[in-house]
């Protein structure tokens, strides 16, 4: 089967670092993404990982173990516009890039 | 460079209705998919197009159904509307995995979404 986990809700402080946990069971893997969705908007694309160990793009990174099924996304010196929805995805191999998506974790950072 | 685009943006339809939606995927991309997302969900996966044909289709009735034209847009029709059909319809544009490699992930780019409504 397929089933990817993350937690509902996270509260951070502006400034601090929050980590977005993502376990994962799928029949296949070919890498994993992670998106920011503000509320009434479109995912925005912010990492991929695909090999094991941790990939940093600025506030933002994300780490993979592929054989512990999981995954993270750390953000860093939080700002308010972080307030979003942060939705980890797999994609799970083949001739298509089909993205199985969990149901997003909504953090809220406050003053 | 335009990306993904959708319309209409909003829409509200009522049981047993028709509706189609349309996409314009982003320059230069080739697949589209479709992906419904319900309120505090995350989006699910209806359906994917390449070729001007179906490569992929996810747990969705034949109430739904697509069509990818030459130029690689795309439309999502639903045939007999239910209640449960209200959510945010999403496109997304992607290069095949074919030309996937190391320096283009195949990443899904999203449209900004069709909100339906069905009452």
């Given amino acids: ?111 | 460079d335009a990306g993904v685009t959708q319309s209409p943006t909003h829409l509200i339809k009522t049981r047993g209705q028709q509706v189609t939606l349309r996409c314009s995927p982003k320059s230069g991309h080739d697949t589209v998919s479709w992906y419904q997302q319900a309120l505090g969900q995350g989006p699910q996966f209806i359906f994917q197009y390449y070729e001007e044909e179906e490569r992929q289709r996810g747990n969705f009735p034949d109430r739904f159904s697509g069509h990818q034209f030459p130029n690689y847009s795309s439309e999502l029709n639903v045939n007999a509307l239910l209640l449960g059909d209200s959510a945010l319809y999403l496109c997304a544009s992607s290069l095949t995995m074919n030309r996937v490699g190391l320096l283009n992930t195949g990443e899904l780019f999203f449209g900004e979404g069709s909100r339906l409504t069905v009452l």
């Fill in chain 1, 1 to 111: 089967g397929q089933n990817i986990d993350q937690p509902t809700e996270m509260t951070a402080t502006e400034g601090a670092i929050v980590q977005i946990n993502c376990t994962y069971q799928t029949s296949g893997f070919n890498g994993l993404f992670w998106y920011q969705q503000h509320a009434g908007e479109a995912p925005t694309f912010l990492s991929y990982n695909v090999l094991d160990g941790l990939e940093e793009k600025g506030r933002f990174s994300s780490f993979l173990s592929r054989s512990k099924g999981y995954s993270y996304l750390l953000l860093k010196e939080l700002q308010m516009k972080d307030s979003a929805s942060y939705l980890c995805a797999v994609r799970e191999g083949g001739a298509t890039n089909k993205l199985i998506f969990g149901t997003g974790t909504l953090l809220a950072v406050q003053p």
